[in-house]
C-alpha cells in the first residue's frame, strides 16, 4: 500500500486531525516529514430507451475553480495556456491535473516522447462521438446482421458505462471487480444481481476463474463503453422477448454480433466520415498540445507519434489538434503539424507494432497524396518512374518522416534509440499502448485516464465522508470483538446465573449496536459510491480495495493523469518520484 508523501488523488483525511481544515483545495507543497505527520493532501426508467442524468456531485471548491496559474488571457481576450516554459509557469497544479507517478522516472534520461493519437492527443466528446459510434452499430445490427428494427428506438446513455468492468459473455453478466479479482458489483443486462447470485455464479468453484478471453470481454477503453451499453440492452432485449430473438442465438452469439457491427462501422468508414467533416463536434480542442510539443522539443528530444489510424484520418485529426485558429474560430488545413514530430507512424496495428518479432513491412508516406513508398526497413528505395519532388525536398530539409506499417524495431533505427529505457510513451489502452510497450520492450509508460480528474475533485470534496466510514468500520471491529470474547466467556465453566444472565443482557446489547454500525456503516458506503457513479462507484476503488482497472495502471503505467497535455504543467527535465509504499502492518508503527 502506498502513502502519499505529496498531493495525491485519493483523499488521506481520514487520518487528519479532526481541527485541521483548509480555505481552499490548494496547498502550499509542504516537508515531507510534515506530510507524512497531518498526512493531507491538496488536493430508472426504462434502459433500453431512456437513460438518467449524472450528478455530478461537485458544490463549491475544487471543482467551480479554474485556476488562474494555468490560463492566461492575451490581448484579444482568448485564453492561451500556461506552461512550465512560459514568464508564468512553474506554479502550482490544480490537483486534477496533476502527474501521478508509480515508479521513479527521471526525464533527463528520457531522448524519445512519443503519443498515441485517439483518445490520448485527441480527446474525443462521449456525448457526440461515442453516441455517433453507437447509433452505427446499432444500424448494423438491424440492417447487416437481421436484428429487429425497433432497436432503432433505442437510445444510448454515454454516462453509464465506466472503464475496468468485465462482460460474462456466457452469463450475460457485466462485473467490477477488485484488484484481486473479486467480484464486487455485478449486473445482469441492467438488473443488480444479488449476494446470492454473484456467489453462486462466482464464488462457490474449487478453482479461481482468471475472468480472461475467450469468455469474458475487458472493458478498458472509453471507445468499448457503447459496445458494453449496447450488450446489456440486448441482454434484457433477449431475456423479456425470447420469441423476437432466433433461439440459435445465446449471449456469446449476441456479443459477437455486436464487436462484427462495430467492425462494421469502422471498415466502411461511417465513423470517422463524420468527425473528418466536423472535428469539432466531436473532438475537444486542447490548446496546450502544440506548446507542450514545443517545450519537448526544445528540451532536445525527439518526438514520434504511432497510431493504428491511417494517413488520411491522422492529418486531418492532427490538423485540427496543432492548426492554426482563424479569427472565426476555424481551423487552417495544412501539414504544418508535422514540424511538431521527428517521426509519425500510422496504420501501425498496436500491439503487434510492439513486438521485435514483427515482420511487417514499413512503408513511407507521401504526405500530399498519401501515396505508399517501399523502404528498406526506413531508408528509401529507388522508385521505378519519377519521385515525388515534395518527398525530396522533405527528406532532404531532415524534417518529419511519415509510414505505416512496420514495427517498433524499425522505430527504434529511426530515432536512433539505444536502450528502450530512452523511451516514454503515452497512451489511452492499457493493453494495447501501455501493458506491451511496457512489459515486452520495457519502455518508460504514462496512461492517459480523462475521468482521473472528476474522481480526485470528488474525493477532495468527500473527505468527511470517507473520514466517517473509516470511523465506523473501526467502531464494527470494536463491538464485534466484544461480542466474540462474551461468547467465549459464557462457555468457561463456573459462572453462576446471575452472571450468565448479565452477559447475555450485554450481548443483546452489543448485537443491537451491531446491527445499527453495520447498518450505519453500509448506507455510508452506498452514499459514497452513488457519489462517484450511481451504478459503479469509484473507478479506481472497489470496496476498500483497489478495483481491477486501478491494479492495472498500478503494475504497467510509470505515471498516470488526466490528460496528455498536463506534461507541459512540468520541467521536461523533471524527476518523478512515486510515494513511500506502506504494508497494513506498519500503518500503527510509522506516524503518518
Not at 287 to 304: A, C, D, H, Q
Request: net charge neutral; with cysteine; proline share 4%.
Amino acid at each position: 500500500m502506498r502513502i502519499p508523501k505529496s498531493p495525491v488523488h485519493f483523499c488521506l483525511s481520514l487520518f487528519s486531525p479532526p481541527d485541521f481544515h483548509f480555505s481552499r483545495p490548494f496547498l502550499p507543497r509542504i516537508p515531507f516529514h510534515l506530510a507524512k505527520r497531518h498526512a493531507f493532501h491538496a488536493a430508472g426508467s426504462n434502459p433500453l430507451h431512456d437513460s438518467y442524468t449524472m450528478d455530478k456531485g461537485l458544490g463549491a471548491g475544487i471543482g467551480d475553480i479554474i485556476s488562474h496559474f494555468q490560463n492566461s488571457s492575451c490581448s484579444d481576450g482568448v485564453q492561451e495556456p500556461c506552461i512550465w516554459a512560459s514568464p508564468g509557469g512553474a506554479c502550482k497544479i490544480d490537483i486534477g491535473k496533476q502527474i501521478f507517478c508509480n515508479r521513479s522516472l527521471n526525464m533527463k534520461n528520457i531522448v524519445a516522447v512519443g503519443f498515441d493519437m485517439d483518445y490520448t492527443l485527441a480527446q474525443y466528446k462521449p456525448e457526440t462521438f461515442e453516441s455517433l459510434a453507437y447509433d452505427g452499430t446499432v444500424r448494423k445490427l438491424v440492417y447487416d446482421l437481421g436484428y429487429p428494427e425497433e432497436l432503432l428506438e433505442w437510445s444510448f446513455d454515454w454516462k453509464y458505462m465506466v472503464r475496468g468492468l468485465v462482460l460474462d459473455k456466457k452469463r450475460g453478466n457485466i462485473l467490477k471487480m477488485d484488484r484481486h479479482k473479486y467480484v464486487k458489483v455485478a449486473y445482469h443486462g441492467f438488473r443488480e444481481m444479488s449476494k446470492e447470485e454473484k456467489v453462486e455464479a462466482y464464488g462457490n468453484t474449487l478453482r479461481r476463474d482468471a475472468f480472461d478471453e475467450p469468455d469474458y470481454a475487458l472493458i478498458d477503453t472509453l471507445f468499448s463503453l457503447a459496445e458494453a451499453y449496447l450488450f446489456a440492452q440486448l441482454v434484457d432485449f433477449m431475456d423479456n422477448n425470447p420469441g423476437k430473438v432466433s433461439k440459435s442465438t445465446d449471449y456469446v452469439r449476441m456479443y459477437k454480433d455486436v464487436r462484427a457491427a462495430v467492425d462494421l462501422c469502422h471498415r466502411d468508414g461511417t465513423l470517422k466520415q463524420m468527425v473528418a467533416k466536423d472535428p469539432k463536434t466531436y473532438i475537444n480542442e486542447d490548446r496546450s498540445i502544440v506548446p507542450m510539443l514545443k517545450m519537448l522539443r526544445e528540451s532536445g528530444r525527439s518526438t514520434f507519434l504511432v497510431t493504428n489510424s491511417l494517413w488520411d484520418y491522422t492529418t486531418i485529426v492532427m490538423n485540427f489538434l496543432c492548426g492554426l485558429h482563424t479569427l472565426d474560430g476555424g481551423i487552417t488545413r495544412n501539414s504544418d503539424w508535422l514540424q511538431y514530430f521527428d517521426v509519425v507512424i500510422t496504420g501501425s496495428a498496436k500491439p503487434g507494432f510492439f513486438h521485435e518479432d514483427n515482420r511487417a513491412n514499413l512503408f513511407q508516406v507521401e504526405p500530399e497524396s498519401g501515396m505508399l513508398l517501399n523502404t528498406d526497413n526506413g531508408t528509401p528505395m529507388p522508385q521505378v518512374g519519377d519521385i515525388s519532388p515534395g518527398l525530396l525536398l522533405k527528406e532532404k530539409n531532415g524534417t518529419c518522416r511519415i509510414f505505416q506499417g512496420g514495427s517498433v524495431g524499425h522505430l527504434h533505427k529511426l530515432l536512433s534509440i539505444e536502450s528502450s529505457s530512452q523511451v516514454l510513451y503515452v497512451g489511452d489502452h492499457i493493453y494495447g499502448d501501455i501493458l506491451r510497450s511496457k512489459k515486452v520492450l520495457g519502455w518508460r509508460t504514462m496512461l492517459v485516464v480523462p475521468e482521473l480528474e472528476r474522481e480526485v475533485e470528488l474525493l477532495w470534496e468527500l473527505r468527511d465522508l470517507r473520514k466517517k466510514l473509516h470511523l465506523l468500520r473501526n467502531e464494527r471491529d470494536l463491538i464485534e470483538d466484544q461480542i466474540h470474547h462474551l461468547k467465549w466467556s459464557l462457555k468457561s465453566e463456573g459462572i453462576d446465573v446471575d452472571e450468565q444472565r448479565k452477559m447475555c443482557t450485554r450481548m443483546d446489547d452489543l448485537e443491537y449496536q451491531s446491527d445499527k454500525a453495520r447498518l450505519s456503516h453500509q448506507e455510508a458506503q452506498r452514499e459514497c459510491h452513488q457519489k462517484f457513479h450511481k451504478v459503479w462507484g469509484q473507478l479506481m476503488k472497489t470496496g476498500y480495495q483497489n478495483s481491477r482497472f486501478a491494479h492495472q495502471v498500478e503494475r504497467f503505467a510509470c505515471l498516470y493523469t488526466s490528460q496528455v497535455s498536463n506534461l507541459s504543467l512540468y520541467s521536461p527535465d523533471k524527476y518523478y518520484r512515486p510515494s513511500e509504499d506502506f504494508m497494513p502492518h506498519e500503518f500503527d508503527i510509522i506516524p503518518l
